[in-house]
T-cell receptor, first 111, second 114 residues
């Protein structure tokens, strides 16, 4: 089982749609969680951190479910510019410290 | 500079040659990471440096791969006797602390082994 797993997609949605991605992680001791965004042939950039109580940033909402070991990202009112690959990132083991990336979920927002 | 800088941006090398990739992290960032991304795939962890602690080399795929970092500054990733399967984008990232703060990535070095 992969340490961090994501549905690769692609998710093809129309502009204005709401779309949600999930990501599961294997180590229940994981402590830090993030969503990164990667545009085609570009480097990944932080989209948002994921806090235990859930957090929102504009059209984006991130949630953490420790019991089921998954995090989610909800995008409301999708824009064409949201088209990208969304990477789930976990600090899998506090003893290890390096960030572990999922393979990413590709989103294509269509006009 | 303001961001993470990697050089070269592109490198084409013949199979069997050695290559050295360079990463200049953001000043003051104690943590530095190297990842590899093959075409259409996710990021594969290679090695991680944190201050003066021993590096976490658990992701290096073979003994042909090695990396060094001088203090909290420049890092070099060396691949000896390159193989075609080494072709990928090599991404370097740095962060203020390890594991729980934002990691900033460089634009990567695209390595092509022919």
């Amino acid at each position: 089982r992969k340490e961090v797993e994501q549905d690769p997609g692609p998710f093809n949605v129309p502009e204005g749609a709401t779309v949600a991605f999930n990501c599961t992680y294997s180590n229940s001791a994981s402590q830090s969680f993030f969503w990164y965004r990667q545009d085609c042939r570009k480097e990944p950039k932080l989209l948002m951190s994921v806090y235990s109580s859930g957090n929102e940033d504009g059209r984006f909402t991130a949630q953490l479910n420790r019991a089921s070991q998954y995090i989610s990202l909800l995008i409301r009112d999708s824009k064409l510019s949201d088209s990208a690959t969304y990477l789930c990132v976990v600090n899998i083991s506090p003893g290890r410290r390096a960030l572990t990336f999922g393979s990413g979920t590709r989103l294509q927002v269509q006009p | 500079g303001a961001g993470v800088s990697q050089s070269p941006s592109n490198k084409v090398t013949e199979k069997g040659k050695d290559v050295e990739l360079r990463c200049d992290p953001i000043s003051g960032h104690t943590a530095l990471y190297w990842y590899r991304q093959r075409l259409g795939q996710g990021l594969e962890f290679l090695i991680y440096f944190q201050g003066n602690s021993a590096p976490d080399k658990s992701g290096l795929p073979s003994d042909r791969f090695s990396a060094e970092r001088t203090g909290e500054s420049v890092s070099t990733l060396t691949i000896q006797r390159t193989q075609q399967e080494d072709s990928a984008v090599y991404l370097c990232a740095s962060s203020r602390e390890a594991g729980n703060t934002e990691a900033f990535f460089g634009q990567g070095t695209r390595l092509t082994v022919v």
